[in-house]
């Protein structure tokens, strides 16, 4: 398979306190014009979007990804899961701020597996997920796996 690229371009006005941007996904057109600024990436959210969610939108997807690929190539594909991100965003020490922490949790649906096999082929592909190894050694990345019934 050949390399892929996708784009994503904002167009900005004013400073960082008191400006804001607005963000488009330029190669697929998904999204178009979602708001964001400093102040509720830092503080509440109050309908705009941040870059730790679309993080958190693309760790949990890729996840999902790895995790369903995974599993079906151990002989046990998924009936469903269903995978959150909750991405941190705080102070740095020194000054300035940064991505704190990526924290995975994952409920599925498998026949043929218990508890245990389920959080050992979690954690696998977590370690194969891109998105994981792009932000791996700079961001903290939790795992939780619950198997449920199918």
């Not at 963000?23 to 730790?52: K, N, Y």
């Not at 679309?54 to 760790?59: N, P, R, T, W």
């Not at 999902?64 to 469903?80: D, E, F, H």
């Not at 995975?104 to 096999?117: E, H, K, N």
Request: one cysteine or more.
């Amino acid at each position: 398979m050949a390399d892929v690229e996708r784009r994503a371009e904002v167009a900005w006005e004013g400073d960082v306190q008191t400006g804001h941007g607005l963000v488009t996904a330029a190669t697929s057109g998904a999204f178009r014009d979602l708001d964001v600024s400093f102040p509720r990436r830092a503080g509440a959210a109050e309908g705009q979007t941040s870059p730790e969610e679309f993080l958190a939108s693309a760790h949990a997807a890729c996840y999902a990804m790895a995790l369903s690929g995974t599993l079906a190539g151990k002989g046990t594909p998924p009936q469903r899961l269903n995978i959150s991100a909750d991405v941190g965003f705080g102070a740095k020490p020194g000054g300035g701020f940064r991505v704190t922490h990526s924290n995975l949790t994952v409920r599925g649906q498998v026949s043929g597996i218990d508890q245990d096999a389920f959080e050992a082929v979690a954690r696998e592909a977590e370690q194969s997920c891109p998105i994981s190894n792009a932000i791996r050694n700079n961001v903290p990345i939790g795992l939780r796996a619950t198997l449920e019934d199918a």
